[in-house]
């Protein structure tokens, strides 16, 4: 157990709705960073937020939009929902978002119908 | 863009060999390297990681090696056990950034 908890685990939808994923980070660590897995495809970096900023932003859709919250709790929220929007989507966490090793969660299985 | 690249998709061994799996990067910025392993259905873990003030770093039966002027890195596992079988993904930072970089996985395979 990674400490890195993400709901829900599974989410089936509908194109063009709007699903919310949400991610509580290990204990004490400020920075989150969410990624996206297509198909057996690598790690896409999507975007990073440390202590309630955004800190660094990779190949994230417009559509795709997140925040981190008071708590430290973050939300990717994924609107207009595209087929090709279905992937694992992967919540990590790291003490001082300084490069070092990050803890992810078990991630969250987004079907797109 | 693919700052992290690992060529290989998958790589098959034999029980008690050795796995040598490989990574380039093209950001010369890039100043902290990683290594995760990811079994099916779980997130990925981290296994072991190097600074680029070194060459070598080792922890039991996985060392990883770091050539910052070919920019390459590469894991080797010695000897490669049946529960090794993973995907294992290259990842590279800068200690003052924080946008982690991963490479595209390679799916190692050990057979008993």
């Known amino acids: 157990d990674s400490g890195v908890t993400q709901t829900p685990k599974h989410l089936i939808t509908a194109t063009g709705q709007r699903v919310t994923l949400r991610c509580s980070p290990r204990s004490g660590d400020l920075s989150v960073y969410w990624y996206q897995q297509s198909l057996d495809q690598g790690l896409q970096f999507l975007i990073q937020y440390y202590n309630g900023e955004e800190r660094a932003k990779g190949n994230i859709l417009e559509r795709f939009s997140a925040q981190q919250f008071p708590d430290l709790h973050s939300e990717l929220n994924l609107s207009s929902l595209e087929l090709g929007d279905s992937a694992l989507y992967f919540c990590?966490?790291?003490?001082?978002?300084?490069?070092?090793?990050?803890?992810f969660g078990q991630g969250t299985r987004l079907t797109v119908v | 863009d693919q700052q992290v690249k690992q060529n290989s998709p998958s790589l098959s061994v034999q029980e008690g060999r050795i796995s040598i799996l490989n990574c380039d990067y093209t950001n010369s910025m890039f100043d902290y390297f990683l290594w995760y392993k990811k079994y099916p259905a779980e997130g990925p873990t981290f296994l072991i990681s190097i600074s680029s003030i070194k060459d070598k770093n080792e922890d039991g039966r996985f060392t990883v090696f770091l050539n910052k002027s070919a920019k390459h890195l590469s894991l080797h596992i010695v000897p490669s056990q049946p529960g090794d079988s993973a995907v294992y993904f290259c990842?590279?930072?800068?200690?003052?950034?924080?946008?982690?970089?991963f490479g595209a996985g390679t799916r190692l395979t050990v057979k008993p």
């Open positions: 990590a966490s790291s003490p001082r978002g300084e490069g070092t090793e990050a803890f």
């Open positions: 990842a590279a930072s800068e200690l003052n950034n924080n946008d982690m970089r």
